[in-house]
């Protein structure tokens, strides 16, 4: 399978909080809800149909509990295209901690994390989603298992919490698949790593 990320960033590159106020507290965030009700219907659209295209779905812990108890668990977002298409597939959380997984289809990666997600990556056709789940993204992108990320970019300034990419991180060059922008601003990017940068002569 094709490993893919989706992933909604601030343009100060924030992923913390992007959906209800309430989510993601941690180490005292306040600016919780800054992605919800951004981008155009085209955006919209375009976040359905990613997710109904995925043959399988990787988490990590939180984002799949935030997942589980909202997409999995309030009946109008069950009923919702990307309801029906997570609670179809089958779903990977890479966790040490969860034991007692409450959505159907759920696997729980444990032990050797790489070796479980290149046996998924050998798994044939279709394509193994990553939504959220900013730490397994940046180990993820550290073991060279990624194929190619979408960047949701929003048109705001957030000015605190946790950024997709650390500050002192490894480099990675990338390709740009495809790009555009929609009416309100949402900047839509999909990249292919593509090797560690090349850095100018001094």
């Known amino acids: 399978m094709k490993l893919t990320t989706m992933t909604q960033v601030s343009l100060d590159g924030v992923l913390q909080g992007n959906g209800a106020a309430s989510d993601d507290p941690r180490n005292g965030f306040e600016r919780g809800g800054w992605a919800l009700g951004k981008g155009d219907d085209d955006t919209r659209r375009l976040i359905t149909e990613t997710y109904q295209r995925a043959a399988a779905f990787l988490f990590g812990r939180r984002t799949y509990e935030l997942f589980a108890g909202s997409w999995g668990a309030v009946d109008q977002m069950r009923a919702h295209p990307i309801g029906v298409a997570l609670?179809?597939?089958?779903?990977?959380?890479?966790?040490?901690?969860?034991?007692?997984?409450?959505?159907?289809?759920?696997?729980?990666?444990?032990?050797?994390?790489?070796?479980?997600?290149?046996?998924?990556?050998?798994?044939?056709?279709?394509?193994?989603?990553?939504?959220?789940?900013?730490?397994?993204?940046?180990?993820?992108?550290?073991?060279?298992?990624?194929?190619?990320?979408?960047?949701?970019?929003?048109?705001?300034?957030?000015?605190?919490?946790?950024?997709?990419?650390?500050?002192?991180?490894?480099?990675?060059?990338?390709?740009?698949?495809?790009?555009?922008?929609?009416?309100?601003?949402?900047?839509?990017?999909?990249?292919?790593?593509?090797?560690?940068?090349?850095?100018?002569?001094a």
Do not use: C
């Not at 159907?104 to 990553?130: C, F, I, W, Y």
């Open 87 to 201: 609670e179809g597939a089958p779903k990977y959380v890479a966790s040490t901690t969860l034991t007692a997984p409450r959505w159907q289809n759920t696997s729980v990666l444990r032990g050797d994390l790489m070796a479980a997600v290149r046996e998924l990556k050998a798994a044939p056709g279709g394509e193994l989603h990553v939504h959220g789940s900013g730490a397994l993204i940046r180990w993820l992108l550290q073991n060279d298992l990624i194929d190619e990320m979408t960047l949701l970019v929003v048109p705001v300034i957030v000015g605190q919490g946790t950024r997709l990419f650390p500050q002192n991180g490894p480099d990675l060059a990338l390709d740009l698949v495809r790009s555009q922008v929609d009416s309100k601003g949402v900047t839509i990017q999909s990249f292919r790593p593509a090797g560690r940068p090349h850095y100018a002569a």
